[in-house]
């Protein structure tokens, strides 16, 4: 574990704004505290606070111009009774002069202001009572259409959330209620008599919790990933001997399967050379392996690439297997996302969490994930790694 420190130099760090802090035995990404929002947030206030006065500014130049314009005619007059008329007439005057100004003034701030803020307090009424479909006209002055945008656009991701759960929670359901039934069948055709206790019966069940405990936990990190509350341990990791881990753990079942399994690096190790976290790392590979082994017949390859970028290490899992559907290619990353329409258990199938908690993996890296596949040639999946760790 190399140590980090506030003083170091090391290329790619800015050592006024990321170190690495000693945290419940775990080294922890802290990223130096600094808020975008509270200078955007002043920089509108600023500009709130100049239009609020030009408002001012602009009612107060009827006045003055009559203000002028009386002092004139005073000025102007011959004798003194006509002044005093011409003040009194001001006078009385004045209070009707003021009444239209404010009145005009008035209906176009209330149509400009008034309006479009008591539509968006009217769609805020409407979110709070559960109805997340509402959105806004962004119409009115600058500053409200604005406003009106960043309505819509959290009313639109808090309805994208709320659809999530309820997906998350249906599928949830869905998986739990398989491995339960035959659980509960088990049990009680042994309680019944319409069973003996065999082995065979005692593993099937066994299989079953491992399965639901393997679903506990893959829910559990896919929870923890997407709050940002994942622990990632930060170090030096040579991709290339990542890569020959992988291909040494599945040797075996390559073998077995009759596939060939190649690993290919281009670069020297100080190329492939990046500062990651090697289990998070290790899982996401070895869940794209595991998958390519699965979809890939006999005589198959499946190809382990590394090569360097500008910006640190792609790593690519490339496979000759039955390929996926170009329809499922934009939902392969969602949770218990799986190509066979039936959700019924193969052998060897997951919890259709894989994809999903190596997507956020990659992400916790700051890297990115992407797939190409085409049906009968096969697919590829490409993984591109920052150098050093997000700032974040």
Not at 1 to 25: A, D, L, V
Not at 43 to 69: D, E
Not at 208 to 225: F, G, I, K, N, P
Request: proline share 5%; charged share 25%; glycine share 8%.
């Amino acid at each position: 574990m190399m140590n980090y420190s506030n003083h170091s130099k090391k290329p790619g760090y800015e050592s006024q704004r990321n170190w690495f802090h000693r945290h419940r035995g775990e080294w922890v990404h802290r990223p130096w505290k600094f808020d975008p929002h509270q200078r955007d947030f002043r920089a509108k206030r600023r500009t709130l606070f100049g239009r609020f006065m030009a408002f001012l500014v602009f009612l107060a130049l009827p006045l003055v111009g009559l203000g002028i314009l009386f002092g004139t005619l005073i000025s102007t007059a011959e004798n003194t009774p006509l002044r005093f008329q011409m003040v009194l007439a001001f006078i009385c005057g004045l209070p009707l002069i003021m009444t239209a100004i404010i009145g005009t003034i008035g209906a176009l701030v209330f149509r400009n202001l008034g309006t479009p803020l008591a539509k968006i307090m009217s769609a805020a009424d409407a979110v709070a009572e559960g109805d997340l479909s509402t959105r806004v006209d962004e119409s009115g002055p600058g500053e409200f259409r604005r406003m009106a945008r960043s309505f819509n656009r959290m009313t639109a991701e808090l309805e994208r959330a709320d659809q999530q759960r309820r997906n998350l929670t249906a599928d949830i359901a869905h998986e739990l209620r398989t491995p339960l039934h035959i659980l509960q069948g088990n049990l009680e055709g042994l309680q019944d008599g319409v069973y003996q206790p065999s082995t065979e019966h005692i593993q099937g069940m066994l299989d079953e919790t491992q399965m639901l405990a393997r679903l506990v936990d893959d829910l559990q990190t896919l929870s923890l990933a997407e709050a940002g509350q994942l622990p990632l341990r930060f170090e030096p990791l040579d991709i290339s001997e990542l890569l020959a881990d992988v291909a040494t753990s599945f040797g075996g079942q390559m073998e077995t399967a009759g596939i060939d399994l190649r690993v290919k690096t281009v670069g020297t190790s100080q190329d492939l050379t990046i500062h990651a976290d090697p289990e998070r790392l290790d899982q996401v590979l070895s869940n794209l392996v595991g998958n390519a082994l699965r979809h890939t017949s006999q005589e198959g390859t499946i190809m382990l690439t590394a090569e360097p970028t500008k910006e640190g290490v792609r790593i690519l899992v490339r496979d000759t297997g039955e390929g996926i559907p170009p329809e499922d290619l934009p939902y392969i990353f969602d949770r218990f996302w799986r190509a066979d329409k039936s959700r019924r258990r193969k052998s060897g199938a997951g919890s259709g969490l894989g994809l999903a908690i190596a997507r956020q993996f990659v992400n916790a890296h700051g890297g990115q994930i992407a797939v190409e596949s085409q049906p009968g040639v096969g697919t590829s999946f490409t993984i591109d790694l920052p150098k050093d760790p997000p700032l974040s």
